[in-house]
């Protein structure tokens, strides 16, 4: 069984920086794909980056340069360290994992419905971050 538990989300103002947090068991990063999904409220999930299987990260262009994707070395703690944030960074943020029978198939990097392809993707229940101007 995969479960996965965000953590680190908060308040802060516009130009801050948060360090969110995915802690996974039943699974290991690096035999799948991983991602950080973001959900603007009134809005539908959108990925903020993917880290592949081999480990290749993809970003979103309007994170590109003030995100940053880092895993531990036990491979069971993922970090997403975010930094000069902006209001329109406020949303829910959602780790999420490819089921490792189907480890080639890429996580989604399109708009779509959160917790999406459940069960070939797991997710977690995410974590509220609030930037305010």
């Known amino acids: 069984q995969v479960h996965l538990e965000e953590s680190g989300g908060g308040s802060v103002q516009a130009g801050g920086s948060l360090e969110l947090s995915c802690v996974v068991s039943?699974?290991?990063?690096?035999?799948?794909?991983m991602g950080w999904y973001h959900q603007a409220p009134g809005n539908e999930c959108e990925y903020v980056l993917t880290?592949?299987?081999?480990?290749?990260?993809y970003y979103a262009d309007s994170v590109k340069g003030r995100f940053t994707a880092a895993q531990d070395n036990a491979k069971t703690t993922a970090y997403l360290q975010m930094n000069n944030l902006q209001p329109e960074d406020t949303g829910i943020y959602y780790c999420?994992?490819?089921?490792?029978?189907?480890?080639?198939?890429?996580?989604?990097?399109?708009?779509?419905?959160?917790?999406?392809?459940?069960?070939?993707?797991?997710w977690g229940l995410g974590t509220q971050v609030t930037v305010s101007s």
């Open positions: 999420a994992v490819r089921n490792s029978r189907i480890w080639w198939s890429p996580l989604p990097r399109s708009k779509g419905p959160c917790f999406r392809d459940n069960g070939n993707i797991y």
């Open positions: 039943g699974f290991t990063f690096g035999e799948a794909g």
């Open positions: 880290v592949t299987k081999d480990g290749e990260t």
